[in-house]
């Protein structure tokens, strides 16, 4: 009996470690597709997260560049009702807060999905080449309990960013 508790401890210590250990997930932009200086922009996650059940969104834009900003859910998250979803905002980002009930995704990996979508409306006076990121303090996926998350902060996560340009109506990854 001690036996076979000391085997179950030691397996439960070696998949956690290899839970710890697996390469991190990761959230980038997709390709912008545009509309004069209106940008729609997909948000991916891909990698290894189990039962994505809650997403903290934060897109980071410089101040004044944006006349108006909007994300929502996409994809892989489009489809199921969320318990609780929030879009807020700022004058330099956005925020997507949403939470489900069920997990959108069963499988530990995702592939590469769609998650959410960003829509920007340039302001006449903003640069040609512009930034926006995923804010690597904010940005997080994972199970509605909080005992799954990934997140940069943990190592277990990790955000890049894109460069828009607008004259071309396209845009180009960017890591951060």
Do not use: W
């Given at each position: ?6 085997t ?18 990761r ?64 004058p ?8 489900f ?22 302001a ?40 828009i ?12």
């Amino acid at each position: 009996m001690r036996l076979t508790r000391i085997t179950f401890v030691s397996s439960m210590f070696l998949l956690m470690c290899a839970t710890l250990y697996a390469a991190p997930a990761r959230l980038s932009f997709g390709d912008a597709s545009a509309s004069g200086d209106h940008f729609t922009i997909p948000i991916y996650a891909e990698g290894n997260v189990a039962r994505l059940e809650a997403m903290a969104l934060r897109v980071n834009y410089p101040r004044g560049a944006i006349v108006s900003a909007t994300m929502h859910r996409a994809g892989l998250t489009a489809g199921p009702k969320p318990m609780f979803e929030t879009a807020v905002e700022g004058p330099d980002s956005i925020v997507l807060l949403a939470s489900f009930s069920q997990p959108v995704a069963e499988s530990a990996d995702l592939g590469r999905s769609v998650i959410a979508e960003v829509e920007l409306t340039f302001a006449p006076s903003a640069p040609r080449d512009l930034q926006i990121t995923l804010d690597p303090a904010l940005c997080t996926l994972g199970e509605k309990s909080g005992m799954n998350m990934f997140s940069v902060a943990n190592g277990t996560l990790v955000v890049t960013g894109t460069s828009i340009d607008r004259a071309a109506g396209r845009n180009r990854a960017a890591r951060h």
